[in-house]
């Protein structure tokens, strides 16, 4: 049974760069597509970005493309956020997310694996 584990939230200005890590444990990402949730403080969670199995398609949400990226390491069984350009509607709690299978997917209930979740608040 795969679980996740991220890393590298905190406490950060607006604009600085901020780089979340999901890791794995009982298992490999291998066969599977990853995402990143956020949640923010009275708001449903949405998705923030997702990878592919290969890590060759990836998907942002408007509000953080070009400032996001998302990343996969085979070798490290590692996903990546990493944030650059943060603003203040970045702070929320960011959970990482893998389905079985090579696509990802933008609603929640296509995830079956979930992290505990990491907290970034940025301030202005």
């Known amino acids: 049974q795969v679980q996740l584990v991220e890393s590298g939230g905190g406490l950060v200005q607006a604009g600085d760069s901020l780089r979340l890590t999901c890791a794995t444990s009982?298992?490999?990402?291998?066969?599977?597509?990853g995402a990143w949730f956020r949640q923010a403080p009275g708001k449903e969670r949405e998705i923030v970005a997702g990878?592919?199995?290969?890590?060759?398609?990836?998907y942002y949400a408007e509000s953080v493309k070009g400032r996001f990226t998302i990343s996969r390491d085979k070798t490290k069984n590692t996903v990546s956020l990493q944030m650059n350009s943060v603003k203040p509607e970045d702070t929320a709690v960011y959970y990482c997310?893998?389905?079985?299978?090579?696509?990802?997917?933008?609603?929640?209930?296509?995830?079956?694996?979930w992290g505990q979740g990491t907290q970034v608040t940025v301030s202005s």
């Open positions: 997310a893998a389905r079985l299978g090579s696509s990802w997917a933008i609603t929640e209930p296509m995830y079956g694996v």
């Open positions: 990878i592919n199995w290969s890590g060759d398609n990836t």
């Open positions: 009982g298992g490999t990402l291998g066969r599977y597509a």
